[in-house]
């Protein structure tokens, strides 16, 4: 079997079926996997942080730069816009006890992300997001399926 | 501010290491007062490391591990991170609380154990870092999770990837025995606050 395409934390990548994208680790991150059935062209990309990229760093980061960058790059690999849906995980509060605002990232990166994906008209039709856990996200371009693997909850397919 | 991060020379870099030469021998004792067992500390290592390895520092990325994250608060911001491996964690726990430990069923006595571990090890890093320094650091109160090690390391460096892709990270391991107990202590400065704890040792960065 190939290998999977590993997506690091801030990064993004596209895949082909049969390729299968894997992001290891999502905590408050999220990780938004987009895909075209028709195509079957899939890309994942792992954000870290709703908005806000003043400094110039990467766009893969963001989940308002980040996202737009992802479909720009799926259209140049063939994708079509208007197929697209969207699957996502991770914006869990990963660290107990603390009423701290910076802790409080995941719950932004989730509001960004539905955001973003509502103006850019893609639909999620699945997600597994919230809660206290972390995930690693398995995305299959031969049918758009997500495997979430998690020490807390279990396999969980979206 | 952030740029400072890439451009560290050989003199800075250094005098961060002696920072947590200072920070972790302090902590070393303070644990080994804890246990009453002779802890072993490595040379801490200065690293800066782009913004996507993070997670992946302490090997094991989806490995599950116990760790205890609190923030750094005074004039020169930061992270501080506290990652146990599982069997390290039953092994200090035992010997501290004198009964079997089960992970699985980790209760809140439990937890509080291994956040006082934290909070008692950073107290005592950021004292001996103050008295070098004159800076006034202090920490917050600890924060617990047991669950994927790239999950932990990436939830950490919120703060750190606001301003920079790039993390400073000053890294010790504790040890002792056989591998009995093995830990990572990271201690994170914000980017900004690099150019305030250089000032403090002397340096002109401008």
Known sequence: ?158 | MSELVNNLNYYQKDALKEIGNIGAGNAATAFAQLLDKKIEMTVPSVDIVPIEEVPEVTGGIEQQVLSVFLKVIGEAPGSILLILSENSTRNLLEMILYKKIDLEKIDEVEISAVKEIGNILSGSYLNAINQMTGLNLFQSIPAFSYDMAGAILGSSMINISVESDNALLIETQFKYGNNEIEGYFFFIPNPGSLEKILKSLGFDTK
């Open chain 1, 1 to 158: 079997m190939k290998e999977p395409i590993r997506v690091r934390m801030a990064e993004y990548s596209i895949g082909k079926c049969p390729d299968i994208l894997v992001t290891i680790g999502l905590g408050s991150c999220i990780g938004i996997a987009l895909y075209d059935s028709f195509s079957k062209i899939g890309g994942l990309v792992h954000i870290m942080l709703p908005k806000d990229n003043r400094n110039g760093l990467k766009p893969s980061k963001y989940a308002d730069t980040g996202i737009p960058f992802l479909i720009k790059k799926m259209i140049e690999s063939g994708a079509v816009k208007n197929k697209l849906i969207a699957k996502i995980a991770g914006g869990a509060h990963m660290f107990s006890n603390t009423g701290d605002i910076s802790f409080q990232i995941g719950k932004r990166n989730i509001e960004a992300v539905r955001q973003i994906l509502s103006e850019q008209n893609i639909p999620i039709v699945g997600e597994d997001i919230g809660d206290n856990y972390g995930r690693t996200m398995e995305f299959y371009t031969v049918d758009g399926s997500v495997k979430i693997r998690t020490y807390k909850k279990g396999n969980i397919i979206i």
